[in-house]
Each structure stands twice: as C-alpha cells, then as structure tokens.
C-alpha cells in the first residue's frame, strides 16, 4: 500500500514515498516527488504493483448542469469498498474525458461530501450512463479515446433487445428457454395475434419497465394495456401498427410471445437474478422476486411491481437450473460482447415448472435486499480490481 496526495488547489498529484522511485498512476502518468506538503492536500491509499500505484476507475455518469446524474448510491458504495482496499474511483461526465485525464467528482467517504477532482486516464472506464441519448451522443467519442489509450470499457452499452434475442437463441440449450420473439412488422403482428392469445410488443431500447406494451385479442378488436393503467382498444391490426409507428419505425420494436407463468397470489411474478463476472465465468451474487401489483404487463418495480421473498412463493425456488441459464448468459454475453462484466437477468416460471428468460439488463438497477445490494458492490469491485491488473490483496514495492 502507498499513501499519494492530491493538492486542492494546485490540482496536482504527489507521492512522498521515496524520491528515487518512479511513481505511476492511471494510464501513463508518472507522479512527482514532493519532500513537504505546501498547500490542503488529501491524501488516498493505493495498492502498488511494480511501483504502478492504484487501481484508478473512472465512472462514467450522464451529464447534468454543473455535475451529473446516476445511481448516487451505488456510486457511494464503490468508492467506500475501493477506498478501503486501497484504490479509487472518480464519477466523469463525457464532456470531463479527453487525452488529458479526467476532471470529474470523487466522493470522501469519511466527510459524506464530494469535491471536484483532475485525475490521469483511469486504468478502467465503467460504463454508468443512464440514458439512451447520451449513448448516441457521446458513445462514439469516448470508445475512440479509450481505445487510442488502451482503457477497457466495463458495460460498454445498453443491451438491443432484438440483438440480444438472436445472440442467446444461437445458444442450443438457452433456445429453449426463450419467448419467441421477432421485429415487429404489420406482418408479424397479424402473425402473432392469430397464433397467441397475448404478445407483448417492446421497444428495442429500453430500461426499467418502460417501453412494453402487452396486446390482446378481443373478438375482432385489440386491448392494449402499457405500464399505465390505461387500456386503449383498437379496431384492427393496421390501426395498431399506425399507433406504434406514429413514434418510431416498426423495426424499432420487437414483438414477443407472452408467456403464461405460475401466479402468486393472482398476480405475475418473476425473479430478477443478479450476476457479476468471476474468473472466466458468470456467477448469481442475488436472487430477488418481483410482483406485479396494479398492472399485469411488467413486474418491475418503478412500474409498480413490488417486491417478496423466495420464501413466499408458491414454487420451491429451482436455483441449480438457475444458475446453468446464468452461466450460459454470461457465455453467450461475452462471445459478442466486450468487457461484460455484470448483468441481471428476468426470469419467469411455468405452471409446468419451465423456465423462461424474459430480459437481460446490461446495467442492472439496485436490488432493494441490502444482502444483495451489498454483495453487488463487493464483486463489482472484484470485477474492476481484477480487470485492472490488481489484486485486493496485492501490494508490492
């Protein structure tokens, strides 16, 4: 371990750990020698590998006026585990990475407070942005930099569900466990409704819920029901398809069976399986449960699913078969993919005890079970100690 500083209002860096050594951290900056402290310093500890001192991770948040916005919990949480091994992570806008470092906001955990901070280029960038546009917007740029330099990008992108679809129906054994599910078309959806008694119709970008719509047939009219309360009834599948396309093109959509799963209590449920990267493969670090509460379209719980224990339910929760569909996620997930490192999968349950994988996240919300949130944090931080090159316990001179 070695302590490093970092003088307020200089903005520089400094080590006093021995005049004749060379320092490094983040990607490619040598840290000076300073005898005495001149000025406010803060000082953080660091592991130090072949005199490289850190892991330094850069969180790359969506932007607002004058800072950012995100997950401010989790952000918190990385900080006070990476901290305590020795390390440090910097909350960095877009706009705040360019070939000079980062100026972006870390958070001090023993004054609950946030500064502003100039760091080098972090030895790993993980991908936090919350909204799609900002992808568009700055995604591009950022991967050119990262690139150039050599940085891996953790979480590199929302997931496309219709991409996403085709990537684990290619895997034999999660075939099977997958809604059937095509673009969606006029075609398909005439299709679909004369084939299943419900679909679902999802947008192919989309988080939280949000974006799901679940058709039914209704004699020879069709109910659409949405996240909202409200159910709007159309007169045929063409006045359906105008509804969708008035947005966006058809094809931005996907359209799905819908699956019909064992109730609790009346209501939808299904569970919501977290997993992070560990060694060369993919483990479950939480199983939670999510019900439906006023709609039946989704379970998730900003929509207003709720949230129960495995204990309640009316299934004995099958975790080995679980943990295979996870496995072969995570395998799947990182033959196309680079740099996956976590992933939370929705996974819902037959009355005939069949499994179906509903959605994958690529940037899986909190769990609201402080075991698992806690969890997530520990083997986050594994995942960015290992991928950096650095091990929690390492330190060597």
Avoid at 13 to 37: A, C, I, N, R
Avoid at 122 to 139: A, G, H, T, V, W
Avoid at 292 to 321: C, M, R, S, W, Y
Wanted: with cysteine.
């Amino acid at each position: 371990m070695i302590e490093l500083f970092y003088e307020i209002t200089s903005q520089t860096w400094y080590h006093q750990f021995d005049e004749g050594k060379k320092v490094t951290l983040g990607k490619y900056f040598s840290v000076p020698y300073k005898m005495e402290h001149t000025s406010k310093h803060i000082s953080f500890p660091f592991l130090l590998k072949d005199m490289k001192a850190g892991p330094l991770i850069g969180i790359l948040a969506s932007p607002k006026q004058d800072g950012f916005i995100g997950n401010i919990g989790l952000f918190k949480r990385i900080q006070r585990t990476i901290q305590q091994s020795g390390g440090l992570s910097v909350v960095v806008t877009p706009q705040q990475l360019t070939e000079d470092g980062i100026n972006g906001f870390c958070y001090l955990p023993t004054h609950d407070h946030w500064i502003k901070i100039q760091t080098p280029l972090p030895d790993l960038l993980y991908n936090r942005l919350s909204r799609y546009e900002d992808e568009k917007l700055f995604l591009e740029q950022t991967e050119k930099l990262t690139s150039l330099y050599h940085i891996p990008v953790f979480n590199p992108h929302f997931f496309d569900k219709w991409e996403l679809y085709l990537q684990l129906n290619d895997n034999d054994m999660l075939s099977h466990h997958l809604p059937k599910t095509d673009l969606l078309s006029e075609e398909t959806l005439a299709e679909y409704l004369s084939t299943y008694p419900e679909v679902y119709i999802k947008k192919r970008k989309s988080k939280r819920g949000k974006g799901v719509f679940l058709i039914t047939k209704n004699g020879n009219t069709y109910l659409m029901k949405s996240t909202s309360t409200t159910t709007v009834l159309f007169p045929s599948i063409n006045k359906l398809a105008r509804y969708f396309e008035k947005e966006e093109p058809l094809n931005s959509y996907i359209i799905q069976e819908a699956i019909t799963t064992l109730p609790m209590r009346g209501k939808k449920f299904d569970y919501r399986v977290l997993a992070h990267s560990s060694g060369n493969r993919f483990a479950i670090t939480g199983v939670g449960v999510r019900m439906a509460k006023k709609q039946q379209v989704t379970t998730h719980v900003p929509a207003g699913g709720v949230i129960v224990g495995t204990e309640e339910l009316p299934v004995k929760t099958d975790h080995e078969t679980i943990e295979q569909l996870i496995y072969q996620c995570g395998k799947q997930l990182s033959s196309f993919y680079d740099d996956i490192g976590e992933f939370s999968a929705d996974i819902g349950i037959t009355p005939e005890g069949n499994h179906f994988i509903f959605e994958l996240n690529a940037k899986p919300m909190d769990f609201d079970e402080p075991p698992i949130k806690q969890r997530a944090t520990e083997n986050i931080t594994k995942v960015f100690y290992e991928r950096s090159g650095f091990s929690m316990q390492e330190s060597s001179t």
